[in-house]
């Protein structure tokens, strides 16, 4: 190839090449265009070949305008590549977009029961004292549920009750948690620090506020020295542990069979502080029966009552269920209303 | 117990209010449960005199009378006509209000004439439940009068809760006592007071008691002349405002009594008595008798009858009988004032299922002691309402026991109290309740009175000492717990579960623990409990299942239109086992509907795989495994559904619901559900062990591999050969299509596993993974006809 006609063709070529390279719309385009114009059978790459059988003048000026000639359209290709790389990402974006404001694929979400959660709670504002769970059967015989807790068999207290037999004689589906503090001391001596959670059973029709089934958190201490004032003071720390350290409880007189003297315990309201409101109507929350526990008791368990005494509270999980959550209606922890129970989802 | 504050006053004049009091016996124990003011609505109620009743020109029924109102004459149109010229009535006139109407009175015609406000019926008034006529006043009012206030209607109404072991509080003279115990007050009871004649009662009447021991005494006093009349208003009003009917006085008198002093009461026809005479006797096992309430009551030998000399009269201190019951015949009354065994009453009110005034305080402890104050009170009141004679002394047999002295250790009550108490703090609050007491160095004896029935020993006392000095003077302390608190096992177990529950995504129901029998047939059960005394039919039974009753739930929630059901409950089932109850807690699950309605679920529908999972997330959060075992029967699909075992001993179920059954119970749809017996789930968790070491460290060959196999080869089968057949090298095994149709042929499927091949010690090479391949293929082809799908 004569000089100068190499030299017109890298002139051209470099000018074609970079006009293609501008052009390019895809990376495909740009490909190709690199092939024409810097493959090995793009002229750029004979011109290149021919080099050699030039005159070492002419071969070092024209190899220098040939590597001139590969730098620019070397560097055209990888910024229009960038370029193009950059628009595709875009269009890749673009076409990969979604609604995020669609709903999220989320886990079926599972939610404990209201009753499970309180339940939990008020057991494990006692273990956490140092009271260890108890447990009894939800069947009972007539010395756990009436005799041994001071209610003999003409005694009024059974009328207040009145309770669900089963076929097998002497035995009915209990009336109290409170059986469970006999079936306790039975099994252990003193001191004894437990709460007995658990399901109870009254013939009651059902309404709003009674049902034939519901359930009870019991206490009990019994140990050298217990007095009244333990009891006052268990509660209340009881009630700032659940409602807040705001929280203050009142004891007035009220009559269990199973304790002397006995109590009925409230808490001031923790939505209106006892200034009176919807939920508590007069500042306090009736929470619990509590008392201490009556000789008789201890002297059914086996239990020396000159030397022990003892406490004993039992408490509605449905009612703090109640008063916690706003419902109205006992009827909707029985229901199995998924509705109802999504609301507590959130529970902790 | 329904106390008026002006009768409370009558014993124990306080100047406290209604509501000052209220909280004050609710602070002692009493707790008033309401204050009530029945007239607060009364007002402007006059009396007036009738000067004429004419005919409504317009009606037949309506009259019209013309009225005196002291400082005027009006005119109002009548619906009855009761009343006659120169009676004293109510006149409510314009801008008057009565407590049985909301908006006040006005003027306003009807038909015709104008009546200026109306004359007044004594339940309008809120005197009596009566509606018959015009309430006809006493004579002796002035016409003008203010109602309210001449006949002492501003009144209160407190409403007491009587708890079991406070009787006394059935009375308007045990509330008086508390209320000056806890106010200081001075307590006035005074003696009843009449003329006696001189013919004697135990002349014209004769007691015996056959069963002293159910009727320690048996008090009769003889009226003669009783007139048949009303009751004083303001009596009737009383007894309205307490919850008593009025009826006549003499019949009122003795509810006034039995009010006041809290001993019940009643008056026989003497003219109908045979003998005249009472034999206080147990019943003969089925005799019968017509009570009262015109119900014939059949006795068993335990019940107490009151008899004349031939026939029952009354069931002792539940109800009279029919046929010696006072009417407005009666002139002559033999009044009954006893003393009935507690027990007995009980037993006898619960069989009859009948409770009433008389039985609710029998049953509880009535004063021994005052049951000759109760007799002469109502002969007191009979001689001023109603005229009558009472004959000389009472036929009285029997008496009242001894007053029991009870000691109390001030350093015991102290000690169980929490603050100090001294002989001299305990004898005032003694003092306070009226009882006697002596000091005996540290000890203080107490005379405990015969309405005391709850005061037995020392700390019965140790109770009156701070509830009367106050609960509020208690301190607060804690005791001194020395152990680490804790949860058993068995208890922590059931916890576990639900959380497992409760993370595979489902919600927690709790429900009610009762079946019928159609619940029970629908399991299966044979060896169900049955409650002997149901409020319905329908929960005459403990459930053995949960299911049953989570269906139900399940049920109402597709009734409430909800998509997506997936609940599950923790809980005990009963059995009868060798005749003996049986508890054992359990866990149930159910799903149906859309598994996830929202716009990426494609409306997938829950089925027997989602039971599974929630299954095996169960197994897995327990570190135990489950198999599967034989398909269930009905209530389940016989194609989709399998018992579950572990370690190959049945534990529960899981599957759909037989379509048919499903049907039956009004569901539609696929139902998945599942049950598990947890002591044994418990056992077999309690020694899964945890190894968090040797995580591997060399990478795995991975090689997916589908077997075509017959449909009916179970895919556990594949599974099971595949795993023996890699041997250790195998890490991991996972199922992850399942594929049916063209190409294959039918009757045919493809199963494909993801395998892993991993060695402890070693990169594992490829040849000895192909090794490992070909022996699987080998082996399924073998065993199980099984065709590695190649490409």
């Not at chain 2, 106010?183 to 004769?206: C, K, N, Q, S, Y």
């Not at chain 2, 529950?501 to 009610?512: D, I, M, P, S, Y």
């Not at chain 2, 023996?724 to 596993?753: M, Q, T």
Request: proline share 7%; hydrophobic share 40%; glycine share 8%.
């Amino acid at each position: 190839m004569e000089p100068e006609q190499a030299r017109r063709t890298l002139e051209t070529e470099r000018e074609r090449g970079l006009r293609a390279i501008a052009e390019a719309a895809s990376l495909d385009d740009l490909e190709r265009a690199r092939v024409t114009f810097l493959g090995r059978r793009s002229p750029w790459s004979e011109v290149q070949r021919s080099l050699g059988s030039l005159p070492p003048e002419a071969r070092r000026e024209l190899g220098r305008l040939a590597n001139e000639v590969k730098a620019a359209l070397d560097g055209a290709l990888a910024a229009r590549r960038a370029e193009l790389e950059a628009l595709a990402e875009d269009e890749l974006l673009r076409t990969d977009r979604v609604d995020v404001t669609l709903p999220g694929r989320r886990p079926r979400p599972g939610s404990f029961h209201p009753l499970t959660i309180v339940q939990e709670e008020i057991v494990g504002i006692f273990t956490r004292m140092g009271y260890r769970v108890a447990e009894g059967p939800e069947i009972e015989d007539d010395w756990h549920n009436f005799e041994a807790l001071n209610i003999p068999p003409d005694h009024p207290a059974r009328t207040m009750k009145d309770s669900l037999y089963i076929d097998v004689p002497g035995l009915l589906l209990r009336t109290e948690t409170s059986a469970v503090q006999i079936r306790t001391m039975e099994r252990q001596e003193p001191p004894v620090y437990v709460v007995a959670p658990g399901r109870v059973y009254r013939r009651e029709a059902v309404d709003a506020t009674h049902g034939s089934v519901f359930h009870q958190v019991e206490g009990l201490a019994v140990d050298e020295g217990i007095s009244f004032a333990d009891l006052k003071g268990t509660l209340e720390a009881f009630a700032r542990a659940l409602f807040g350290p705001e929280r203050r409880v009142r004891l007035n007189p009220d009559y269990f069979p199973f304790v002397e003297p006995g109590a009925q315990v409230a808490v001031s309201c923790f939505l209106c502080d006892g200034s009176g409101c919807r939920v508590c109507g007069n500042g306090w929350i009736e929470l619990l029966g509590a008392g201490m526990v009556h000789p008789k008791v201890l002297e059914n368990c086996g239990y020396d009552a000159e030397r022990y005494t003892g406490f004993a509270f039992g408490m509605g999980v449905e009612r703090v269920a109640m008063v916690r959550y706003g419902v109205n209606d006992l009827r909707l922890f029985y229901d199995g209303d998924v509705r109802f129970l999504e609301r507590f989802e959130g529970a902790a | 117990m329904r106390v008026v504050l002006s009768w409370l006053r009558e014993f124990c004049p306080t100047e406290l209010s209604a509501e000052e009091l209220a909280e004050l016996l609710t602070s002692k124990g009493a707790e008033v449960e309401a204050v009530e003011r029945p007239w607060e609505r009364l007002r402007g109620v006059i009396a007036a005199r009738v000067l004429e009743v004419r005919d409504h020109p317009n009606s037949d029924r309506l009259c019209v009378a013309r009225v005196h109102t002291g400082s005027g004459e009006t005119e109002v149109v009548v619906g009855v006509r009761n009343m006659a010229p120169g009676d004293i009535v109510p006149l409510a006139g314009p801008g008057a209000m009565v407590p049985l109407l909301p908006e006040p009175l006005a003027a306003r015609e009807i038909r015709g004439v104008v009546s200026n406000g109306m004359l007044c019926a004594p339940d309008e008034l809120g005197i009596s439940h009566s509606h018959e006529g015009i309430l006809i006043l006493p004579p002796d009012l002035e016409p003008g009068t203010d109602l309210k206030r001449a006949l002492g209607l501003d009144d209160a109404v407190l409403d007491i809760e009587v708890t079991p072991n406070r009787p006394d509080f059935l009375s308007v003279i045990g509330i008086a006592r508390e209320v000056a115990a806890a106010t200081g007050a001075p307590l006035r009871i005074p003696e009843p007071t009449f003329p006696e004649e001189e013919e004697r009662a135990d002349e014209v009447a004769t007691v015996r008691v056959e069963d002293p021991e159910r009727c320690p005494r048996y008090l009769a006093r003889v009226l003669r002349d009783v007139r048949h009349v009303a009751s004083p208003i303001p009596v009737q009003a009383r007894l309205t405002a307490a919850g008593m009917r009025p009826i006549s006085a003499a019949v009122d008198a003795t509810n006034y009594a039995m009010l006041e002093v809290g001993q019940p009461l009643h008056p026989f026809d003497l003219a109908l008595l045979k003998g005249p005479g009472i034999v206080v006797r147990r019943a003969r096992e089925g005799e019968r008798m017509v009570t009262l309430d015109g119900v014939e009551r059949v006795l068993t030998a335990d019940d107490l009858l009151i008899c004349d000399l031939e026939r029952p009269v009354a069931v002792a201190g539940v109800m009279g009988g029919e046929v010696a019951e006072i009417s407005e015949a009666t002139t002559d009354i033999l009044l009954e004032s006893a003393s009935f065994e507690r027990g007995g009453i009980q037993r006898t009110r619960r069989r009859l299922e009948l409770s009433t005034e008389a039985s609710m305080r029998f049953e509880r402890g009535v004063d021994p002691e005052a049951v000759p104050r109760g007799a002469d009170r109502a002969c007191e009141l009979m001689v001023a309402w109603c005229g009558a004679r009472v004959l000389s002394g009472a036929v009285d047999v029997g008496r009242a026991p001894e007053r029991r002295w009870v000691s109390m250790r001030t350093s015991r009550a102290s000690m169980l109290i929490g603050y100090e108490v001294t002989p001299a703090d305990a004898v005032s609050v003694f003092d306070r309740l009226g009882m006697r007491s002596r000091i005996d160095g540290e000890v203080v004896h107490v005379e405990i009175p015969g309405y005391r029935v709850d005061i037995e020993r020392e700390v019965d006392l140790i109770e009156e000492v701070v509830r009367i000095q106050g609960y509020d003077r208690v301190g607060a302390t804690l005791p001194p717990v020395r152990q680490a608190g804790g949860v058993p096992e068995t208890v922590a177990f059931l916890g576990r579960v639900r959380e497992l529950l409760v993370r595979a995504g489902l919600r927690e129901v709790q429900l009610v623990p009762f079946v019928s029998e159609t619940d029970l047939a629908l399991v299966g059960a044979t060896d169900a409990i049955r409650i002997t005394n149901p409020l319905q039919a329908e929960e005459g039974w403990l459930r053995t299942s949960l299911l049953p009753n989570l269906l139900k739930a399940v049920r109402r929630n597709l009734h409430r239109q909800v998509r997506s059901v997936a609940i599950f409950e923790v809980g005990t089932v009963f059995r009868l086992v060798a005749g003996r109850p049986e508890e054992r807690p359990s866990a149930a699950f159910a799903l149906t509907g859309v598994a996830d309605p929202g716009w990426t679920g494609g409306g997938r529908v829950y089925d027997v795989f989602d039971a599974k999972g929630v299954l095996e997330a169960v197994a897995a959060g327990l570190g135990i495994r489950l198999d599967h075992g034989e398909a269930l029967g009905r209530p389940f699909h016989p194609g989709r559904s399998a018992a579950v075992l572990l370690r190959g001993e049945r534990v529960g179920v899981l599957g759909e619901l037989h379509p048919s059954v499903a049907a039956a119970l009004d569901l539609t749809g696929r139902i998945a559900v599942g049950e598990l017996d947890l002591p044994r789930l418990r056992e077999a968790a309690s020694e899964a062990r945890i190894v968090g070491a040797e995580i591997p460290r060399f990478p795995p060959v991975r090689r997916d591999l589908a077997f075509v196999v017959d449909v009916d080869v179970p895919a556990a089968a594949v599974e099971a050969v595949l795993r023996e057949a890699a041997g250790e090298l195998l890490d991991a095994c996972l199922l992850f299509d399942v594929f049916e149709g063209d190409p294959l042929p039918p009757g045919k499927r493809s199963l494909a596993f993801s395998v892993d091949l991993r060695a402890p010690d070693r990169t594992l090479g490829s040849e000895e993974a192909d090794a490992v391949v070909a022996r699987i293929a080998e082996r399924l082809a073998r065993e199980l006809g099984a065709e590695l799908r190649t490409g």
